[in-house]
């Protein structure tokens, strides 16, 4: 039995780092999550290392779409020599060690090679060597690399000998079963404490047993809790900070699925990437006021999460970093924050209102995306961008009030807001991105502002509810699709700035009647008006110079034509492979009248598939 609070080490600690917790050979060294949680498939040799060249290890992401692959060296063999390997260093002084076809559980390291000391134990030398359950470390090593005992994880014990005075990042990741180290008292470079391995003067921390559980207490005169430190500790289930700690390394307490609760000390400046990710159980965290930044992918994952409170002192909150926290319900951004990173809330399903203070001046790509029960958020005023898909499928949102600081809105930005029924857009916006306010179903009305001078491809399409659209006197171009099937939109008033009508603009249009076409526009993209089957009256424009194949396809209504302009040919219908009568921009036989003798510029009547010049 553990006592339910354990002081990690002496008081006197001033740093705290490296790693202590287990994991599979077969589980990612670096977990990056992007808008999915990798599923890594099984590991398959790339390159086979030789005797001077490294090799190296390859998995896959098993995610649909994904292209993601993670990369594990294997060390060279140097020389061959079993059970162990050795590798000449030192100017051919000395020998390196390693494991070579060694299957013994005692691993007995010998300390001379032919005639030559061995010196170095080398890094990843015993990387995930399961068998290994005792190891001797002769008093002629001087250093033990990175990685070295790496996830041996039914080993035991272990003594470092006084002539070490250098040990690698991670030499005892994963292993799990390695309740204590002893150190030999004449080393002046290390010590056992209790079976902690500490550096002398006691400053930082290089191994923690896993065994650790309950409460851990991260005394007065610690200042850094390093990378990996707690990694996978499933039986810690709380933390307390003291406020002499200023930086939450990388991992430092991810995967640690028992943890329910967190207190951060005042001194923290940082948390480092990943720190707290797949804390499931984690139920809400109070970031002091002093800290600056939140590492990417923070608390991606801690899915218990119902509230978190950021500082005002924090400037940055990183790439994904409350990800994933699907019942995270209360979060509270300090005036203070200027960016939120992509996907920082990602996926937080339980958010119902979100206040941006004055001073975020970016929000970022699906910053917020799937916030499935937001129904109320508040732009600050120094925002200048909101990102693509920044808000995508906030399904719940009802209006939008977006500040006069912001010049662009980004593609997908407010795409699938279905409840949307109401957006300001302000004159300092220059570009609405494409499916900016795709299927935004509920949306009544929209006012383009003047500053605009490019509508996006898609960005209103679906917007099945759109009755008034007023188009700003500088859009220049209406993308691809802008409009496509908003099917109350009953007129539209192009102004004189636009020069391209891109295909599919008004696609199914049902109810619109009335089309202004400006003697600006050079083009009528292909199925731009396809559809509109209530128009009665269109004036080409002396300007239009070409009209896309099914332009005013399937507009039955549609009784005068008029035309200003002469188009040739090749530009009349955009034909796709000859087919020129099936891909005619006009019902019935118009082309064809157009380029007859009498045809060209002036008036043209339907009566059925007929038409003829006045």
């Not at 499916?435 to 179903?441: E, R």
């Not at 050079?522 to 896309?548: H, M, Q, R, W």
Request: proline share 4%; charged share 15%.
């Amino acid at each position: 039995m553990f006592t339910k609070k354990i002081l990690v080490c002496l008081q006197v600690l001033p740093v705290l780092v490296f790693s202590l917790a287990f994991i599979s050979c077969d589980e990612p060294r670096e977990y990056s999550p992007k808008t999915h949680s990798h599923r890594w498939g099984e590991w398959s040799i790339k390159d086979e290392p030789s005797e001077t060249e490294n090799g190296e290890e390859i998995r896959r992401c098993l995610f649909p779409g994904c292209v993601e692959n993670e990369k594990i060296v294997i060390p060279s063999l140097g020389i061959a020599t079993e059970p162990f390997t050795f590798m000449l260093i030192n100017g051919g002084t000395a020998f390196s060690v390693a494991r070579g076809t060694l299957t013994e559980p005692e691993v007995i390291i010998p300390d001379t090679h032919e005639g030559l000391p061995v010196i170095a134990i080398k890094n990843n030398a015993f990387w995930c060597y399961e068998t290994m359950t005792s190891v001797y470390i002769p008093d002629s090593i001087t250093s033990i690399g990175r990685n070295a005992f790496y996830n041996c994880v039914n080993l035991e014990e272990i003594t470092i000998p006084a002539s070490v005075t250098s040990i690698g990042d991670n030499a005892f990741f994963g292993c799990k079963n390695l309740t204590s180290i002893d150190v030999e008292s004449e080393n002046k470079n290390y010590l056992s404490s209790g079976g902690i391995l500490c550096d002398k003067p006691t400053t930082k921390i290089i191994h923690i047993p896993a065994v650790l559980g309950g409460e851990i207490v991260i005394p007065t005169g610690v200042t850094s809790i390093g990378e990996k430190a707690f990694f996978k500790m499933e039986n810690i289930t709380g933390v307390l900070i003291e406020d002499s700690v200023t930086s939450i390394g990388i991992e430092a307490f991810a995967n640690c699925a028992g943890l329910e609760y967190v207190t951060i000390g005042s001194g923290v400046k940082s948390i480092g990437n990943r720190a707290f990710a797949n804390c499931e159980n984690l139920g809400e965290i109070e970031i002091p006021n002093g800290a600056t930044s939140i590492g990417e992918n923070a608390f991606f994952n801690c899915t218990s999460l119902t509230s978190a409170t950021i500082p005002g002192s924090v400037i940055s909150i990183g790439e994904n970093a409350f990800g994933n926290c699907f019942n995270l319900e209360e979060v509270t951004i300090g005036n203070g924050v200027i960016s939120i990173g992509n996907r920082a809330f990602i996926n937080c399903e339980n958010i119902s209102a979100i206040e941006i203070p004055n001073s975020v001046t970016s929000i970022g790509s699906s910053a917020f995306y799937n916030c499935t029960a937001l129904t109320e958020v508040t732009i600050g005023n120094s925002v200048i961008s909101i990102g693509d898909s920044a808000f995508y499928n906030c399904v719940s949102l009802l209006e939008v009030i977006i500040p006069s600081s912001v010049t662009s809105i980004g593609n997908s930005a407010f795409n699938n807001c279905s409840a949307l029924a109401s957006v300001t857009i302000p004159n300092s916006v220059t570009s609405i991105g494409n499916y900016a306010f795709y299927n935004c179903s509920e949306l009544t009305s929209v006012t383009i502002p003047g500053s605009v001078t490019s509508i996006g491809a898609y960005a209103f399409a679906n917007c099945y509810m759109l009755e008034e659209v007023t188009i700003g006197s500088g859009v220049t171009s209406i993308g691809s699709g802008a409009f496509r099937y908003c099917e109350s939109l009953s007129a539209i008033e192009i102004p004189q700035s636009v020069t391209n009508i891109g295909s599919s603009a008004f696609y199914n249009c049902v109810s619109l009647l009335e089309v202004i076409i400006p003697d600006s526009v050079t083009n009528i993209g292909s199925s731009a008006f396809y559809n509109c089957y209530n128009i009665l009256e269109i004036i080409i424009p002396d300007s239009v110079k070409s009209i896309g194949a099914l332009a005013f396809y399937n507009c039955h209504n549609l009784l005068s034509v008029t035309f200003h302009s002469l188009i040739t040919e090749e530009n009349f219908a955009g034909s796709w492979n000859d087919f020129t009568d099936l891909y005619s921009p006009f019902d019935g036989d118009l082309r064809d009248v157009y380029f007859d003798e009498d045809g060209g510029k002036g008036t043209y009547i339907r009566d059925g598939d007929e038409w003829t010049k006045e």
